[in-house]
């Protein structure tokens, strides 16, 4: 079984996803961690980040793995290196290249064929499960993701800043010529902002079980 979850940036799908990997038993991938890996390797390696070939590169040479749904890169769980500002703003860019998302995705299949898996990002739903049985789409409003990021660590930005960042990000991820994030014609589509993380999950478990 696949289950497949879209949405933009801080709209809550890994806490949920996660939530619902345990409770279903499914093998849990952040598809964003691929990309903040390849951005980690560039930035690691003090790579020129604006240079399309050698992301494409770092994205090529990389190994990942996802074992008991951590992120490995290169053999190593660097999943608690992956949310720093530097790497937000490069993974926007990076993941924009089709040739890194070509390779993104190549391992993502390689990684979970024939697994039960329930998959995240921004273009599982379209592009890289399309015949996944099961599609959501998450959603909320910019301002409520903001208030969300900035209450997670309010010293870390003021909100403003925290609002333009996800405006950004959005108008990048909706933007991409390949993989942009759009809902999929048969994906439940589930507006998060007044809902708690675990209705949220409530709903999905329902939908994925056949229940009301
Ligand atoms: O979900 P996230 O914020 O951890 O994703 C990191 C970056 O990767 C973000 O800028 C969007 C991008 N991304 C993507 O282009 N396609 C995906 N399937 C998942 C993430």
């Known amino acids: 079984m696949i289950v497949a979850i879209d949405g933009p940036a801080g ?8 939530m619902i990997a345990d409770k279903l038993g499914l ?4 598809s964003g961690n691929f ?32 074992r008991d749904g951590h992120f490995y ?3 190593e769980d660097v999943e608690a290196e992956l949310h720093t500002p530097a790497i937000d703003l490069w993974a926007s860019k990076i993941s924009v290249i089709p040739e890194v998302r070509s390779i ?3 391992n993502i299949h390689e990684l979970t064929k024939k697994l039960s898996i329930i998959a995240e990002g921004r273009d599982m739903t379209t592009v890289v499960f399309p015949d996944a049985e099961h ?7 910019p301002e409520v993701r903001a208030k969300r990021r900035f209450d997670q660590n309010p010293d870390a930005m003021p909100y403003d800043k925290v609002l333009s ?6 108008h990048i991820d909706r933007n991409k010529p390949v993989g942009g994030l759009k809902i999929a014609p048969d994906a439940i589509y589930i507006d998060t902002s007044y809902l708690t993380i675990n209705e949220v999950c409530d709903k999905v478990v329902r939908a994925i079980k056949g229940e009301k």
Do not use: H, W
């Open 135 to 141: 599609k959501f789409f998450f959603d909320a409003k």
């Open 27 to 30: 093998y849990y991938l952040n």
């Open 35 to 66: 990309y903040r890996g390849v951005t980690y390797r560039v930035l690691k390696q003090k790579l020129d980040p604006t240079d399309k070939e050698l992301c494409i590169k770092a994205a090529d040479e990389a190994d990942f793995d996802v």
């Open 73 to 75: 890169l290169d053999g």
């Open 11 to 18: 709209v809550g799908k890994s806490s949920i996803a996660r």
């Open 165 to 170: 960042e996800i405006n950004e990000r959005d």
């Open 104 to 106: 993104v995705n190549r």
